[in-house]
């Protein structure tokens, strides 16, 4: 990204057009990052409250004041008899980098010897599911998309969540290949595309295992590559037999021609490309879903060629030494909070882990009170007066509110940074472009500044921003050999040493325990799962729960709005403008049965929670699906209430990840 800046403020923000991915544009989002950074509603001092918890009511107090309280109660907690373990950090990818997000925050709490966080809300069910399968979250390279003769986009808003691919499946067309959507809501990615397969939620699984049948039994999987590169394929071979396109279809609700014609597409195919994406993990079996779609291009040998394989992220081919910035080996061992079981740790007595209660928690890069599943849950925690909290923020957030203490962060054109990249190869240094507004300080330098004041003095606690990425860079990984700090201040952004297009798996070397693509996996049995690709139901599912979908006939999908990115962007009144308010869109036949009718306003809800939305009524949506965009921030609603109202704190089957589209709900007239 390109800032412009005149006279010490920013005025532009742009994609590099030198860039190979960014290709100099940017998402609807991030194009606005000036108006966010200079918004008028910008914290710009700390913040103490005045007034009820939740209420929003805060002075302005000195950095002095603010560090001083802080280290204060969070040294009395960590001498009392619960001990440092009753200090919560939480934080995810609000603010993202090896500098800001995962630096002196880890080594300021490993010091401490408070509880551990499990980052589990986005992405952990698929990166397992990837683990278990070949071995790490890497796949196929999105500049090898133009030779794909087949695109899939599983599951996938690809021009809302990963535009800068789209140029990629563009040329892939323009030579021939189909494009296909597989996605319950007809998005604007699947509008593009040639073809849209309403697909039931929660059942990816098993289409993949009902196109394993279709492939091994017209012969057209590749037998060379499974011999040598795979683990278990006749198993696997067995397994597959059982999922006629009868039965897949039953499961999945798509027609059985469709089943058969996917199926044999993808076996004629030579170098098919399956973009997944996250949205089809957020279910119990989410991680057996990626886990089955991650085995198809082994079976066929689509990794042998460029544009073939699959994508869920690049992440893991950024092997930065984490262990060196983060310092795990300074923290005691202690008990490990899931931060999507907030609600019952900040309301349970023991945590719900065990151990003492949550006396503090610390909060940056992320708004808990807004994206954590079983909001209800989540704020009966925030309300308690025993429980003290402390927000670093950009902006007053939903989280924000509930503080005791709120301290102002910079953001992304304000600070150093160091950056992976989830769907490309390079690697990013952030450089701050202009000061910092008012009194913003990085993250990194408040947590020095708090480690001082509390008395910390470990030689970790004085490293500068450019001294922790050049830790990060002074990692062995070839893949990051000639990648160093003075390069990358000179031009920006690097490759990793890694081929254009980079084929992962084209020669096997899988690295799994055994060198191959495990199909069957002894390492799943271990867990107690099957070892071979199969089909777990959503836990609020006909299969497993029908009184529950009896009662609550809807499934809910509340994937991003266009303009939002999670609760990021939500205030920005530019982008918020144009996700009008919250809605929800139902079928025309769903819509019929309960007397609804465009644009009226109607209660999503369950027995968790509820929350208010304008009804949309369009055929873009398979029935008994609904769609609320999301994620607004409760206060900027018109009830105080968001999607999250009526989540769930349950896990995936790998991960320990979110259920957040495993949600039964129903909708009625307000």
């Known amino acids: 990204m390109l800032v412009t800046v005149q006279d010490g403020r920013a005025v532009r923000v742009a994609g590099d057009p030198d ?82 997000g995962e630096s002196m925050d880890r080594r300021f709490f490993h010091l401490l010897g408070a509880s551990m966080l499990d980052r589990t809300i986005c992405s952990m069910a698929g990166t397992v599911g990837m683990r278990m399968t070949v071995g790490a979250n890497v796949g196929a390279d999105s500049e090898g998309v133009p030779d794909s003769d087949l695109v899939l986009l599983w599951g996938t808003n690809t021009l809302t969540a990963n535009p800068h691919l789209w140029p990629f499946i563009l040329k892939a067309k323009e030579r021939g290949a189909p494009i296909i959507c597989i996605d319950p809501i007809q998005t604007r990615t699947a509008l593009q595309c040639d073809e849209w ?54 499961v999945t609700g ?47 040998g689509h990794w042998r060629r460029p544009g073939g394989g699959v994508q869920l992220s690049t992440s893991a081919n950024f092997q930065f030494d984490r262990a060196a910035i983060a310092r795990p080996d300074l923290s005691p061992a202690v008990r490990t ?11 349970m007595p023991d945590a719900g882990v065990g151990g003492p209660p949550v006396k503090a928690m610390i909060v940056y890069n992320s708004n808990p009170a807004a994206v954590a599943p079983d909001r209800n849950a989540v704020l009966r925690g925030l309300a308690r007066e025993d429980l003290f909290t402390v927000v670093l923020e950009h902006f007053q957030t939903d989280t924000a509110d509930w503080a005791d203490i709120v301290l102002p962060a910079t953001t992304q054109l304000e600070h150093w940074d160091l950056h992976l990249a989830y769907g490309h190869h390079y690697v990013t240094l952030n450089r701050p472009s202009i000061a910092p507004i008012g009194e913003a300080k990085p993250n990194s330098e408040i947590f020095r500044l708090l480690a001082a004041r509390m008395g910390m003095t470990h030689e970790a606690m004085r490293d500068d921003d450019l001294t922790i990425i050049g830790q990060a860079l002074g990692a062995t990984s070839p893949k990051l050999k000639g990648v160093t700090l003075d390069e990358l201040l000179a031009r920006g952004w690097m490759r990793l040493n890694v081929p254009t297009p980079y084929l992962p798996y084209a020669d096997g070397a899988f690295p799994t325990p055994s060198g191959k693509c495990e199909l069957q996996s002894a390492r799943m049995a271990e867990l107690g ?68 009718s465009a644009g009226v306003m109607v209660t999503v809800h369950n027995d968790r929670g509820a929350f208010l939305a304008k009804a949309r009524v369009e055929a873009s949506i398979r029935e008994g699906v609904a769609w609320a965009p999301s994620i607004w921030w409760g206060k900027l609603a018109g009830d105080g209430a968001n999607a999250n109202q009526t989540t769930s704190q349950r896990e995936t089957d790998l991960g320990h990840g979110p259920v957040f589209y495993d949600n039964q709900v129903e909708v009625n007239l307000a």
Request: aromatic fraction near 6%.
């Open 197 to 250: 397969h309403a697909i039931r939620p929660g059942t990816d699984a098993a289409l993949a295992l009902g196109m394993m049948h279709v492939v091994f039994a017209r012969g057209l999987e590749d037998r060379d590559f499974l011999e040598r590169h795979t683990l278990g394929h006749e198993q696997l071979r067995q397994r597959a037999a059982e999922w006629t396109p009868s039965r897949t279809a039953a």
């Open 19 to 100: 860039h190979p991915v960014t290709q100099g544009f940017l998402c609807a989002k991030v194009n606005r990052y000036v108006e966010r950074t200079y918004h008028e509603e910008r914290l710009r001092t700390p913040l103490r409250r005045v007034g009820p918890k939740g209420s929003g009511r805060f002075e302005a107090i000195g950095w002095n004041e603010a560090l001083g309280e802080i280290a204060d109660r969070l040294g009395a907690i960590a001498r009392s008899p619960d001990g440092p373990q009753a200090i919560l950090p939480y934080s995810y990818a609000g603010t993202m980098g090896m500098v800001q």
């Open 254 to 300: 798509l027609a059985e021609e469709v089943i058969v014609s996917l199926g044999e597409r993808y076996g004629r195919a030579k170098a098919a490309f399956i973009r997944v994406n996250y949205g089809l993990q957020r279910h119990a079996g989410g991680g057996m879903a990626v886990r089955n779609i991650a085995c198809l291009p082994a079976i066929t």
């Open 529 to 596: 799962l099957d070892p071979l690709p199969d089909y777990i139901p959503p836990y609020e599912s006909v299969e497993r729960d029908p009184e529950r979908v009896r009662r609550y006939p809807l499934t809910l999908i509340s994937s991003p709005a266009h303009t939002f990115l999670n609760t990021t962007f939500a205030n920005v009144t530019s982008l918020r403008r144009q996700a009008r308010e919250p809605e929800v869109l139902l079928h025309p036949a769903d819509a019929e049965r309960r007397g609804i």
């Open 337 to 347: 909070i899931n931060m999507i079981r907030l609600g019952d740790a900040l309301t």
